[in-house]
């Protein structure tokens, strides 16, 4: 029987959107519910395993663990990229890569779960609640703010939308802002620094990677306004995170948002767990249950396609 390993079921729930049960008799499931504590221990754990069922940018596929994991003959991640696979090391190795379709509603819908949480003060007012107080704070209104976007993606189109809806201003820049998107959609396009120095709410839509990495540091930080928030749905890298905990503990802006950070699972002690104008969820943009149905349903028909030679959904 084949050996499958599925990687990263935080939720231990993989088994609830596909019946491994029934394909038993073909392929012998484990399931790993908790992240490794390094690549050695990944090594080690997955040393006899053919194929790695993985959740996207969870536990990096490198070039090290992929040449040491000698019976390794298929990787199957949800979505169609996954920047934390050494895509080339699996060519070298004929390893087959395959991935999953993947809804991008889910992480705009958080993303504006972030703002208004930001703007109503939910983190102490919930906590308010739960402790027997009533009103402490002052939020403040939507209609009328500036929404500055880095990116107008897929994600980044749809965050634009809604807060359109909201009678908001939306302006956005990127590398490779598309001006036609921005017609559009009615988004005034701009510089990094007008968009950095001109939001109420900035919010992130770009891919992870080098270029986006340290997009934002404590110089661009310094110049946002001080009632200004920053929201981060995208990746980690793209906020210093060390800048950010510095301008939030001074109060050189007036929130964050965050559902993505440098090392995940976020360390228990990381300082801003700590900071009361840090919103925090833990890397939940594309957690739905309508997504984790797609990914293991799909993750087991490449798994199939595979085996039986005839590979779907090709990552290259």
């Known amino acids: 029987?084949?050996?499958?390993?599925?990687?990263?079921?935080?939720?231990?729930?993989?088994?609830?959107?596909?019946?491994?049960?029934?394909?038993?008799?073909?392929?012998?499931?484990?399931?790993?519910?908790?992240?490794?504590?390094?690549?050695?221990?990944?090594?080690?754990?997955?040393?006899?395993?053919?194929?790695?069922?993985?959740?996207?940018?969870?536990?990096?596929?490198?070039?090290?663990?992929?040449?040491?994991?000698?019976?390794?003959?298929?990787?199957?991640?949800?979505?169609?990229?996954?920047?934390?696979?050494?895509?080339?090391?699996?060519?070298k190795r004929k390893i087959i890569v395959c991935g999953t379709d993947i809804n991008t509603n889910p992480t705009p819908e958080l993303t504006w779960a972030l703002i208004l949480g930001l703007a109503r003060n939910f983190k102490e007012e919930i906590d308010n609640m739960y402790q027997g107080y009533w009103q402490t704070t002052v939020g403040i209104e939507l209609k009328g703010k500036i929404l500055g976007l880095i990116g107008l993606g897929k994600v980044g189109k749809q965050v634009a939308k809604i807060g359109k809806a909201f009678g908001m201003q939306v302006m956005a820049w990127s590398e490779n802002l598309n001006l036609d998107d921005c017609k559009e959609l009615d988004v005034l396009p701009c510089s990094k620094e007008d968009l950095i120095t001109n939001s109420d709410f900035l919010s992130i839509h770009v891919q992870g990677g080098e270029r986006y990495?340290?997009?934002?540091?404590?110089?661009?930080?310094?110049?946002?306004?001080?009632?200004?928030?920053?929201?981060?749905?995208?990746?980690?890298?793209?906020?210093?995170?060390?800048?950010?905990?510095?301008?939030?503990?001074?109060?050189?802006?007036?929130?964050?948002?965050?559902?993505?950070?440098?090392?995940?699972?976020?360390?228990?002690?990381?300082?801003?767990?700590?900071?009361?104008?840090?919103?925090?969820?833990?890397?939940?943009?594309?957690?739905?249950?309508e997504n984790y149905s797609i990914f293991y349903t799909q993750m087991i028909e490449d798994l199939e396609a595979c085996v039986n030679e005839k590979p779907i959904r090709i990552i290259e």
Not at 222 to 238: A, P, V
Request: aromatic share 8%; glycine share 4%.
């Open 1 to 91: 029987m084949l050996k499958v390993a599925i990687l990263d079921d935080y939720q231990d729930v993989s088994k609830e959107f596909v019946d491994l049960k029934k394909l038993s008799g073909k392929y012998e499931f484990k399931i790993f519910s908790e992240p490794f504590l390094d690549e050695a221990e990944a090594i080690e754990q997955l040393a006899d395993f053919e194929a790695l069922l993985i959740m996207r940018e969870r536990t990096p596929i490198t070039k090290n663990l992929i040449d040491n994991l000698n019976d390794l003959k298929f990787i199957i991640t949800t979505g169609m990229r996954n920047k934390s696979i050494d895509l080339e090391a699996a060519k």
């Open 213 to 289: 990495k340290d997009c934002i540091t404590i110089k661009e930080l310094d110049k946002m306004k001080k009632t200004s928030f920053i929201i981060n749905t995208s990746r980690g890298t793209i906020i210093n995170e060390d800048d950010l905990i510095i301008a939030l503990s001074t109060n050189v802006i007036a929130g964050a948002g965050i559902d993505v950070f440098e090392k995940e699972p976020l360390p228990e002690g990381n300082k801003l767990r700590f900071l009361p104008n840090a919103l925090l969820t833990p890397h939940i943009g594309y957690v739905t249950a």
